[in-house]
């Protein structure tokens, strides 16, 4: 029989002799390999968890911010000068011509002759009053009066902005990539500051227009860059509950808070400097989030992923033996770590992969525009905008919850269907039921069941893709989920044709998207395809018809 080696160490008790580090050099080869042996979700990662509240609160307010900078209040009609001596209804009755519908009256044409009230004598407005009873105050769309003929300008200004995100995307993309995950989100962040407090001063559209289209490159990246930080700290089992959970929590936090913020500032230029305050985070992220420790390996520098080890070590009270930072290293400086390297047209190279490439792609695209189309429709809603608003947003608590619970039970497909045909219903009732509490409460269902979709999408993705190409990947499904983003308001803008239209629209492209998802393997319980050809097999030999809870099977996907 053969003697263990002696590898113990100076200064080393006797008789404590550590273990040989052969057996760990050939297991610790990455980052996640290091993570339990320092902690992978102790007191390390609840302050990580903690460090997201200012990331999503920024999510929140680039996302919907501009919906109450721009909100226009419903009840409008034409202004005529030398009329300030009667009330509002004398001077509508005198004026403007009553319609059977509501609102009961024209708000785009007048009579130009109060005593000819003839079609003759109909005028388009050039300027308007605005009822303020449910909408405070006089946005910067209402004050340039972007109504009727105008109205597309708000959506066109919402559609720059997610063009700017496109553009943020590619440059934070690779200043990410070659600067470090801090110092891009620290500019990113920064830019949308500078933006957020710029969009104050904005006086006419197209400065507007601009401003909106630099807070637009802040978008998105302002909370990827650090969940993925959070994640990569995190044991891969507890992923799901951080995204569903915390980051669940804090958005649907800040974006239930937001409209009231809105309503008792109720001054769209002092809004702008409120938005900007979780912002500030650009200041202190250096601080409060580490740097991505597979950049420092990716950047050949191991010794700052040791050093971070260690610190995560002291957090969350951990001993490790000091010889598997030997060995991690020891992997690193060999080489032991390569990986195969790849584009993303490779995702479409082989017919399977780029099947479910472009299936994932259009899934998430689809949900993304039937998610900002129910946002934007709780604006035509009779009901106050604010109270619909927080109403739909806090469901993002409860749709989280259900999702960590069923989640891993139900499996990614059968979690994806249902919410999304359960969308496509409500958004189908929805064309008939337009008024009243009825038609709210579809809206925050439809909400509901879209914030589970959402949830679950861009995780598909994670899942689906290949390691070698995987956040090349993402970034593509990225990129055409914000096209999807920039096209919602036009969906809203189609009420203008028939008020029924953006309804339909949107329970088409719900009804599409369950039909997708269902074409996709499922990945719960799976390991992650960690080449292109494990993407090509990855789900070959699953059935069709199979729930991952049930074990029933049927004919292959």
């Not at 070659?178 to 110092?183: D, L, T």
């Not at 993304?368 to 619909?388: I, P, Q, R």
């Not at 492209?509 to 390991?527: F, K, N, Q, R, Y």
Request: hydrophobic content about 45%.
């Amino acid at each position: 029989m053969k003697s263990r080696p002696n590898n113990r160490r100076p200064g080393d008790p006797q008789g404590s002799d550590i273990e040989s580090t052969e057996p760990l050099r050939l297991n610790l080869k990455s980052f996640d390999d290091m993570l339990p042996h320092v902690g992978d979700f102790g007191f390390y990662q609840w302050l990580l968890l903690v460090s997201l509240i200012p990331y999503c609160f920024t999510y929140s307010v680039l996302y919907f911010g501009q919906i109450f900078i721009t909100l226009v209040p419903e009840t409008h009609w034409c202004h005529v000068d030398g009329l300030g001596n009667l009330t509002i209804e004398e001077r509508r009755n005198e004026n403007i011509p009553q319609l059977n519908k509501d609102p009961p009256y024209d708000t785009c044409q007048r009579w130009n002759d109060s005593n000819a009230k003839d079609n003759s004598s109909l005028v388009s407005c050039t300027t308007w009053e605005y009822n303020l009873t449910t909408v405070p105050y006089m946005s910067l769309a209402a004050e340039l009066d972007w109504v009727c003929e105008r109205s597309y300008l708000v959506s066109t200004a919402r559609s720059i902005f997610f063009c700017g995100s496109i553009v943020g995307g590619i440059l934070f993309g690779w200043l990410a990539d070659h600067k470090g995950r801090i110092p891009a989100l620290v500019i990113c962040n920064g830019v949308g500051l500078l933006a957020t407090v710029a969009t104050a001063y904005a006086n006419s559209f197209w400065s507007f227009a601009l401003i909106r289209f630099f807070a637009g490159l802040s978008f998105d990246n302002c909370i990827n860059i650090p969940l993925i930080i959070v994640l990569e700290y995190v044991a891969v089992n507890k992923r799901s509950l951080v995204v569903n959970g915390a980051f669940g929590f804090y958005f649907a936090l800040s974006s239930t808070i937001l409209p009231w913020i809105a309503y008792f500032v109720a001054d769209w230029r002092i809004l702008c400097y409120v938005f900007a305050i979780p912002l500030l985070s650009a200041i202190v992220t250096p601080w409060i989030l580490p740097e991505s420790a597979r950049w420092y390996l990716a950047s050949g520098m191991a010794d700052k992923v040791v050093t971070k080890l260690k610190r995560i070590a002291l957090f969350n009270k951990k001993t490790p033996d000091p010889a598997i930072y030997d060995a991690f290293m020891t992997n690193q400086e060999k080489g032991d770590c390569e990986e195969q390297t790849a584009t993303v047209l490779d995702l479409f190279k082989t017919r399977r992969l780029a099947k479910h490439t472009i299936l994932v792609t259009v899934f998430w695209a689809l949900i993304a525009l039937a998610f900002d189309g129910h946002v934007y429709s709780l604006e035509s809603l009779s009901e106050s905008v604010f109270l619909s608003f927080t109403l739909t947003s806090a469901t993002e608590f409860p749709a989280g919850i259900l999702l960590i619970l069923i989640l891993d039970r139900w499996g990614r497909r059968a979690c994806s269907f249902v919410p999304t045909i359960l969308t496509a219903v409500c958004s189908f009732l929805m064309i008939f039921i337009t008024t009243g509490t009825a038609s709210l409460v579809l809206a925050v269902t439809a909400r509901f069941f879209l914030n589970m979709a959402a949830n679950i999408a861009l995780q598909f993705a994670a899942e689906v893709l290949p390691t070698p190409a995987r956040a090349q990947g993402v970034a593509l499904v990225h990129i055409f989920g914000i096209i999807a983003h920039s096209m919602a308001p036009y969906v809203v803008e189609m009420a203008h044709i028939w008020d029924k239209l953006p309804m339909i629209t949107l329970t088409v492209v719900s009804l599409v998207a369950a039909i997708l998802v269902l074409h996709l393997p499922e990945t719960m319980g799976e390991d992650l395809p960690q080449t292109l050809q494990e993407g090509e097999d990855f789900g070959r030999e699953q059935k069709f018809w199979s729930v991952p809870c049930t074990g029933k099977k049927s004919r292959p996907i």
